[in-house]
């Protein structure tokens, strides 16, 4: 029972934890599940996979009735994500676990740094319930806009391209996205993420999509994109009913819990906290992919 | 209108599939992680791999495997159902060209079940 209880309570940290830092849960549950309980780590992203799913599908219901993602964009890119996805589910049960370790070690050193360069900056962006990258109030404050504004004023969008646009925006250079959302399936359906990290700056930078625009709409793609992969895991096998249940019970209320708490927390403290619990998972993970634990 | 200038009816029903889906699933995880607690149950221990066949049986004996498997199932086919309602919803519209595409992203999954069966 205690182990059970366990899982609960730490599913409900990392999901408050990652709401309130607008990280998504994914981050935290691999190697919640592998650090903390043992698992082996392909199973512990099946799991974290379907904690995913559960959080972006209640987020991603709202912004659709609050018409903030944009639909149509989201299911063409959704189309090349979800095929990298099926990629990455083969890809994961071919390599080696260990180099699995090495990436997602890697993952979170740049997660890590982002948080600290954002440490530098107010930390008075708002906190969401979907997977934001921490860069993301960076990129605006850098600029990125202009970025975007360029983007947007390099070629004209027409024809099935111009019904992808949205209010004040239109979508540009698609194919470039495209690449880059197969690269976003891949990196969720192998690390057990949602891949907001790379689909946001993707649709903000490269496409010219409002960033809170590309956040609703990354949101909606996470869904799909962690349910194609995730069904390569059942189907073959890598993937435990009695860890995922209490787990993603915990990741969807402490999501709910963060979502309403996170303003009222301060940001900055959480984030240096958040930045020490990377590094030191980070470096568990280097000793995994090292043989040394 | 929606961005558009098409009229709007898509967006909330698919936004209803995903709530209702979510919560319907993580209702019945719920109950499937209370009886596998509350019996003593580790979930270290292992649970049985996903089978359809002792599904039904499972659920009648309230065996936490039995609510744990049909909602994680629920859970992962929840954004699936939202994207077959879609593709339902743009040919009604006559939009053919994102039914086309809801139609691939649908195939898409197909194909990991299909590879992940045929790899498995």
Same mark, same amino acid.
């Given at each position: 029972m205690e182990v059970g209880l366990l899982m609960l309570a730490g599913g409900i940290a990392a999901g408050a934890f990652?709401? !309130?830092?607008?990280?998504?849960?994914?981050?935290?549950?691999?190697?919640?599940?592998?650090?903390?309980?043992?698992?082996?780590l392909r199973e512990a992203v099946g799991v974290s996979l379907v904690c995913v799913i559960v959080t972006s599908s209640a987020s991603a219901g709202v912004y659709l009735q609050r018409r903030q993602a944009n639909l149509r964009l989201g299911m063409v890119l959704e189309l090349f994500t979800a095929a990298g996805a099926?990629?990455?589910?083969? !890809? $994961?049960f071919l390599i080696d676990e260990r180099l699995l370790a090495?990436?997602?070690?890697?993952?979170?050193?740049?997660?890590?740094?982002?948080?600290?360069q954002g440490l530098r900056q107010p930390a008075d962006e708002p906190a969401t319930d979907d997977e934001t990258p921490p860069h993301a109030h960076l990129a605006l404050e850098a600029g990125a806009d202009a970025a975007a504004e360029e983007g947007r004023t390099g070629e004209p969008a027409g024809g099935f391209l111009a019904e992808l646009g949205g209010p004040g925006y239109d979508v540009t250079r698609l194919p470039v996205a495209a690449l880059g959302s197969v690269g976003a399936g891949v990196a969720s359906a192998l690390l057990g993420i949602g891949g907001g990290l790379i689909k946001v700056p993707l649709m903000h930078l490269v496409l010219g999509v409002p960033l809170r625009v590309a956040t609703a709409t990354s949101n909606l793609m996470i869904g799909i994109t962690a349910s194609a992969s995730a069904i390569v895991y059942l189907v073959r096998g890598g993937f435990d009913a009695y860890v995922a249940g209490p787990t993603a019970i915990g990741v969807f209320v402490g999501a709910s819990l963060g979502s309403r708490l996170g303003h #009222?927390?301060?940001? #900055?403290?959480? #984030?240096?906290?958040?930045?020490?619990?990377?590094?030191?998972?980070?470096?568990?993970?280097? *000793? *995994? $992919?090292?043989?040394?634990? | 209108m929606t961005t558009t200038g098409r009229p709007e009816?898509?967006?909330?029903?698919?936004?209803r599939v995903l709530q209702v889906g979510t919560y319907l699933s993580i209702g019945l995880v719920a109950i499937g992680s209370l009886l596998l607690i509350a019996g003593g149950g580790s979930p270290l221990a292992g649970g049985p791999p996903l089978s359809l066949s002792t599904l039904r049986g499972d659920l009648l004996a309230l065996r936490p495997a039995g609510f744990l498997w049909l909602g994680i199932l629920g859970i992962v086919l929840t954004p699936a159902l939202r994207v077959a309602t879609a593709l339902l919803g743009f040919w009604r519209r006559g939009? *053919?060209?994102?039914?086309?595409?809801?139609?691939? !992203?649908?195939?898409?999954?197909?194909?990991?079940?299909?590879?992940?069966?045929?790899?498995?």
């Open positions: 990652g709401s !309130i830092l607008g990280l998504g849960g994914g981050l935290l549950i691999v190697p919640l599940l592998t650090l903390g309980f043992g698992l082996p099926v990629v990455g589910g083969a !890809i $994961a090495g990436l997602f070690a890697l993952l979170l050193v740049y997660v890590a740094a982002t948080m600290l #009222r927390v301060g940001q #900055r403290a959480l #984030r240096v906290l958040f930045v020490l619990v990377l590094a030191y998972t980070a470096i568990e993970m280097v *000793r *995994r $992919a090292a043989g040394m634990s | 009816a898509l967006e909330p029903a698919l936004a939009e *053919r060209a994102m039914a086309g595409i809801a139609l691939l !992203i649908l195939a898409v999954v197909a194909a990991g079940v299909v590879s992940g069966l045929l790899a498995g």
